[in-house]
């Protein structure tokens, strides 16, 4: 067995190499492009018509996808909008960080620093800004490319009518994001007081042939609520938004005014508009990014496994179904001379129990070093591939069996950061915080266990 330090250079070059599997613009590099007077993505082949491109790209991954787009297609594209995160004047992200960090996007973009995970006011501008571009493109009868990513929700938003305001939109995003419900949850609640999201944005093209790219950070096969699918019509759970606000108790928590266009939207939709002719392709998963990190992880002479059914659990139940599995594996390669690395993704849900720093990685973390505190060698990163969990500045941490002793050591008591939701604090406080910055990319969490045979 490897010593200590080298187990956790380890997970942190499969956490790297996940990273690099996920870079966004080169996904959309390798699936889109030009034949003749033709736009190729994949295997399809799409008739421009002589038409123009206007392109929208929203979410954690806006920028480097918007780069890459117009780098494919740049005589055909005459405008964009991007909505995306700020990005930091001077800042390095590390080696983690894969994509093209000085590119910048060409002057035919109008480009807004979404807020997030609250919508601000560059979210409203970037919404109206939208507005206008389809508007154009739809008066053209032009060609339009929505380049989706996990974050658009709350970085471009208008609400669905004018009695909500910004304050309102804030204070619905928070209490959703820290109620428990998982992503599908939250998504179906959102589309019901918006007027981007659900489809509603590519309705305002309807005489526009349309374009979906999407990096994706929900469950597989669901694609379009990401980003709240703006430009996809809201799938059948949309209906059941009633019982989730039942189901979280959310009738007293969400803003009047936000219950009231709810009630509304679902209790008379609206009747479905004539489609667009409309494509739709997914880029990158979060499957694509734990194939990566077994790869790396076989690669680094581990005995590797991807714990499959592992994704969007209670953060309780998915830290025990990992012990158990990581168990299980110990019991199946016992004699081995080879280190164990189990896998998984996906997002657990997380409530907020206190008003400390931190978020669903760096609390797994931290349940992890408590189940396992001086026990059998063991290391676990656990990490968001955006580089950013909850409201913390890491993108997770990293533990391990001597993490709880260290910090006791210093007089921190980790049960106490538990019941705070202070995760943040106490790995900060170690210096086992994980941080990248904004690695321009979103495909889930990741989680990478470590331990002896």
Same mark, same amino acid.
Request: charged letters at 20%; one cysteine or more; proline letters at 6%.
């Given at each position: ?38 736009? /190729? ?5 799409? %008739? ?21 787009? #117009? ?6 594209? $005459?405008?964009?909008?991007? *909505? ?10 590390? +080696? ?14 109008? @480009? ?29 009868? &032009? ?9 658009? *929700? ?64 929900? +469950? ?7 980003? *709240?699918?703006? !430009? ?5 759970? /949309? ?6 606000? %039942? ?15 709810? #009630? ?6 609206? +009747?479905?508009?004539? #489609?667009?002719? =409309? ?26 496994? $991807? &714990?499959?059914?592992? =994704?969007? !659990? ?15 594996? @110990? ?12 896998? *998984?993704?996906? %997002? ?23 189940? =396992? ?6 290391? &676990? ?6 580089? $950013? ?38 790995? =900060? ?25």
């Amino acid at each position: 067995m490897a010593d200590l330090i080298q187990l956790r250079n380890a997970a942190r070059e499969i956490f790297d190499a996940m990273l690099r599997a996920a870079d966004a613009g080169a996904a959309v590099k390798k699936a889109i492009g030009l034949m003749g007077s033709n736009l /190729a993505v994949y295997d399809r082949e799409i %008739e421009l018509r002589n038409r123009p491109i206007y392109a929208i790209a929203i979410g954690k991954a806006a920028t480097p996808m918007a780069v890459a787009l #117009e780098a494919q297609i740049g005589p055909h594209f $005459i405008k964009g909008v991007i *909505s995306g995160p700020p990005k930091l004047a001077g800042s390095v992200a590390g +080696p983690t960080v894969s994509h093209s960090e000085g590119a910048d996007p060409s002057g035919r973009w109008e @480009r807004f620093d979404g807020g997030h995970p609250l919508p601000n006011e560059e979210s409203l501008r970037a919404a109206t800004a939208a507005f206008a571009l389809l508007d154009q493109a739809n008066a053209d009868q &032009a060609n339009v490319i929505f380049l989706i990513s996990g974050g658009g *929700s709350a970085m471009m938003e208008w609400p669905i009518n004018s009695a909500i305001t910004l304050d309102d939109i804030r204070a619905a995003n928070k209490v959703l994001v820290n109620c428990g419900a998982d992503i599908t949850e939250i998504n179906a609640v959102r589309r019901a007081f918006s007027a981007v999201k659900g489809g509603r944005l590519a309705e305002r093209a309807l005489n526009c042939q349309q374009v979906t790219l999407i990096v994706s950070d929900v +469950p597989l096969g669901e694609q379009d609520i990401v980003a *709240s699918g703006p !430009s996809a019509p809201a799938p059948s759970t /949309a209906r059941y938004t009633p019982t989730i606000i %039942e189901r979280y108790k959310l009738r007293k928590s969400l803003p009047p005014r936000v219950i009231k266009a709810i #009630e509304s939207t679902t209790a008379t939709p609206k +009747p479905k508009p004539k #489609e667009a002719p =409309h494509w739709s392709f997914v880029l990158l998963t979060n499957h694509d990014a734990l194939a990566a990190a077994l790869d790396a992880a076989i690669s680094m002479g581990f005995v590797s496994e $991807i &714990a499959s059914q592992l =994704h969007d !659990s209670s953060i309780e139940e998915g830290v025990s179904a990992l012990n158990d599995q990581l168990a299980a594996m @110990r019991v199946k390669h016992h004699g081995s001379d080879k280190p164990l690395c189990l896998i *998984s993704g996906g %997002e657990f849900s997380c409530p907020v129990r206190g008003d400390g720093v931190g978020g669903r990685n760096l609390e797994t973390a931290l349940r992890l070093a408590l189940l =396992h505190n001086g026990k059998e060698e063991f290391i &676990a990163l656990c990490a968001g591939t955006d580089g $950013i969990d909850g409201n913390s500045p890491a993108a997770g941490g990293i533990a391990d069996h001597t993490t709880i002793e260290r910090a006791r050591a210093i007089g921190l008591d980790a049960e106490d950061f538990l019941k705070r939701s202070d995760a943040y604090s106490f790995f =900060h406080a170690l210096g086992d915080d994980v941080v990248t910055g904004p690695t321009g990319t979103n495909v889930r969490d990741v989680r990478i266990l470590i331990a002896s045979s």
